[in-house]
């Protein structure tokens, strides 16, 4: 007989009546469900629309939930289970260890794992459900309507929303071939990252869309729904999960808990941010009925960061107490494990209703009509405005560079949390009474401000628009941005000032662990290989049709600044001789510099000898009023890549002249790197 375990089915059934009772209140609140005085597609598609819209949301929530428990929060197999070693899998080897005291804390893993799989399985015909029905109500017919099939293949081949949830469809479909073949913490984390990538075609649809400030509104909508499904879909599984813990339960719940705060920040900027595009004014609140069903969602989610504040303080320690006690007589069944499940689930029902509840507002929320206008109003000359979503600047100078600016939501939030992550970690160390060198923080800060700034200023707003500002941009961020967030040594910090996981878990510090002695990741290491790749990734995007495609999508940017930091950081440590990088010797340093030199060298004088227009569908569309040769301003782009990227490779080259040495010398200078136990653990 099990104590101090409710139903957990209950809990999330009532979530999901809370979704979808939520949604139809909504619905009847706006109107929404009214039948349309133009084209009425019927009460099917009208009703239809928005609950398998929150069928759609649910199912994502539960999958992106499950894969994030599996490849943070929960250790995929504990050491030893009275003694003996854990070779039990599945629900019977937690049934039978429950049994005698203690959970396999693998059962909770592996549950997650197929909750995680069955979620994502079911994700697929929601999505296409969520096709037909988004095309039904735009096309303004029921179903069964002559000639659908017709349309239905237009829809999805030339119309560009219905290419986007194909294409959504497409990546959950991937999503769902690798989570049934899901083992371990690698694995996890592919589907959690192609289920995130899911979300795009869900911001890119809905009526952020079409707003004035395009790319501000989808980075908001996408950032809230993926800060909700981490949030609520990770809440909702360890509801089913907690059983299985065991005696970890507090340290899972822990880190839970530290992950939903982000979470309720991430959600809550993003919240006000596409409140801020949606209303004109702040009385719209109260004067519409959007802004009505807007302050609810609004209440509910400030209940939820009231109930994570309050458990944090009381409850979350008296999981950890009662485990404790509960450890300490592992033989009865007695009080001390019914209070800590009765705390959990203090925790977790009532935020598991409130989430749902939230979930079927924001649906009835996303087939309302806003009180704005969502359409752009052509205010511009030129189609530069329907190109970027915002007004045309004026005539660059170094003045415009530095006072212009435009708000890029995801990368901004990314400068500022790495800033904040890395301080605490600093005052971490300190605290220990461990030094950290004022130089790397200076330099890391440095860094990150920058990176700010050309990602939310000048840069990005003339990048939008010219090719030299591009060019600029993004040599900038490839060439210069890293040499400072190298210097910084973050992930060094990480690895000093995070403590090691006990219980086989994967967190930040196994993570980086784990990445850093990958044999993949040491094949691609070498200096000149990456050299060589850096170089090429900058032929291909600046010599071929992705120029195009990365300029004129925010996402496919956004990927490509990822990306090329990603690179370029690689390439800097290994040419460096950075903390925590495997050595190179002088003379292999200096050949990876030239070989770089020699790609933007290439790649520079490649563009200045164009004699046509690279972007040909973008910057060459934009028809600026100040520009009177886009040419010149290519060859401008191209002289920006030769004194950029040489001015970088010129530094390194002095740099690793003024600290040339021997490898093993070049060890012994370098911060130590911690390699603990990996407490058993393995990624797949």
């Keep these: 007989m099990r104590i101090g375990r409710p139903s957990v089915w209950w809990f999330v059934l009532a979530g999901l009546l809370a979704a979808v009772l939520a949604t139809v209140a909504g619905l009847l609140m706006t109107g929404a469900s009214a039948p349309s005085s133009l084209a009425d597609p019927g009460p099917v598609v009208r009703w239809g629309t928005p609950i398998v819209t929150v069928l759609l949301n649910l199912t994502a929530t539960v999958a992106i939930g499950a894969f994030f428990l599996c490849a943070f929060v929960l250790p995929r197999r504990h050491p030893e289970i009275n003694g003996q070693p854990d070779t039990r899998g599945g629900i019977e080897g937690a049934e039978s260890a429950t049994g005698s005291g203690k959970e396999p804390v693998g059962g909770a893993w592996r549950f997650a794992a197929g909750i995680g799989m069955f979620a994502v399985v079911l994700w697929v015909p929601t999505q296409l459900a969520h096709l037909i029905l988004t095309h039904l109500a735009a096309l303004g017919t029921g179903i069964g309507s002559v000639s659908y099939m017709e349309h239905l293949v237009q829809y999805v081949t030339e119309i560009d929303a219905g290419r986007i949830l194909v294409a959504g469809a497409l990546i959950i479909v991937l999503a769902s071939a690798v989570a049934v073949t899901v083992t371990g913490y690698t694995s996890a984390a592919v589907t959690l990252l192609l289920g995130v990538l899911a979300l795009v075609p869900l911001a890119l649809t809905g009526h952020a869309a079409g707003a004035a400030n395009h790319e501000l509104a989808v980075t908001a909508i996408w950032l809230h729904v993926v800060g909700v499904t981490i949030w609520a879909g990770g809440l909702a599984v360890l509801c089913l999960v907690a059983p299985r813990t065991g005696p970890t339960l507090g340290a899972v719940v822990q880190r839970y808990s530290q992950v939903a705060l982000w979470c309720f920040v991430l959600v809550a900027v993003s919240g006000i941010t596409s409140a801020w595009i949606r209303l004109q004014s702040v009385t719209d609140l109260v004067t519409t009925t959007y802004g009505w069903l807007l ?131 600093v005052a971490r160390l300190r605290r220990r009474g461990e030094i950290w060198a004022p130089g790397r923080t200076a330099s890391w800060i440095l860094g990150w401000v920058l990176f700010f700034w ?189 004194g950029v990227g040489g001015a970088s490779i010129v530094a390194l080259a002095l740099g690793a002249t003024a600290t040339r040495r021997s490898p093993a010398r070049a060890a012994s200078r370098s911060y130590p790197v911690p390699v603990p136990s990996d407490g058993g653990a393995s990624s797949d």
């Design 454 to 642: 050309l990602t939310n200023g000048g840069p990005s707003v003339y990048g939008g628009v010219l090719f030299s500002g591009y060019a600029l941009q993004l040599l900038i961020i490839t060439a210069v941005v890293p040499i400072f967030l190298v210097h910084g040594a973050g992930p060094v910090l990480a690895l000093q000032a995070l403590p090691p996981r006990q219980d086989g878990s994967y967190g930040p510090r196994e993570w980086i662990l784990h990445l850093t002695r990958s044999p993949r990741v040491s094949a691609l290491a070498h200096p000149v290989l990456l050299a060589g790749i850096l170089g090429g990734s900058l032929l291909v995007l600046f010599l071929t049709p992705l120029l195009d495609l990365t300029a004129g999508s925010y996402f496919a940017r956004a990927a490509l600044v990822v990306y090329l930091l990603l690179i370029s950081g690689a390439f800097i440590q290994a040419v460096t001789n950075a903390p925590g990088h495997r050595q190179t010797t002088y003379p292999g340093r200096l050949l990876a510099l030239g070989v770089a030199l020699a790609c933007y060298a290439v790649l520079g004088f490649g563009i200045i000898c164009q004699t046509g227009l690279l972007s040909v569908d973008y910057f060459a569309q934009m028809g600026l009023p100040w520009m009177d040769n886009a040419l010149s301003d290519q060859d401008l782009g191209g002289r920006i890549v030769l």
């Design 295 to 425: 302050m609810i969602k609004i209440v509910l989610t400030l209940v939820l960061g009231v109930a994570g504040w309050w458990h944090r303080r009381v409850t979350i320690p008296a999981i950890g107490r009662h485990a404790v006690a509960s450890q300490a007589d592992l033989g009865s069944e007695g009080k001390p494990r019914q209070v800590r499940g009765w705390a959990f689930w203090r925790l977790a029902g009532v935020e598991v209703l409130v989430m749902g509840a939230v979930m079927g507002v924001a649906g009835a929320l996303g087939s309302s009509a806003p009180p704005i206008p969502q359409e752009p109003a052509p205010t511009d000359s030129g189609l530069a405005f329907f190109l970027t979503g915002s007004p045309v600047p004026p005539p660059p100078t170094v003045l415009s560079y530095l006072s212009h600016w435009r708000p890029d939501l995801m990368l901004g939030l990314l400068s500022v949390a790495a800033v904040l992550v890395y301080l605490r970690w």
